[in-house]
């Protein structure tokens, strides 16, 4: 099982809607999902949050949706 962080762009509101995704599919194939607080409760994942401060040090590997590459 994978720890993946997500990070989503917050003037992008298809990439809110595509973090829900994401992480539903994350999920459901055995991952953890975690999300810095304001983009998980923006998403409507407020299940899926943890603290800005202590989120990069409990993923192994980060999503970035929306940004500019």
């Known amino acids: 099982m994978t720890a993946v962080g997500v990070v989503v762009h917050h003037e992008r509101e298809d990439a809110f809607v595509l973090a ?14 975690w999300l810095p607080e304001p983009d998980a409760h ?3 994942l407020g299940d899926r949050s943890m603290p ?11 999503v970035s ?3 500019d590459g």
């Open 20 to 33: 829900r995704e994401v992480a539903s599919d994350l999920v459901r194939t055995g991952h953890e999902v």
């Open 42 to 44: 923006r998403c409507g």
């Open 52 to 62: 800005e401060s202590s989120w990069a040090a409990a993923i192994d590997v980060a």
């Open 65 to 67: 949706l929306g940004g």
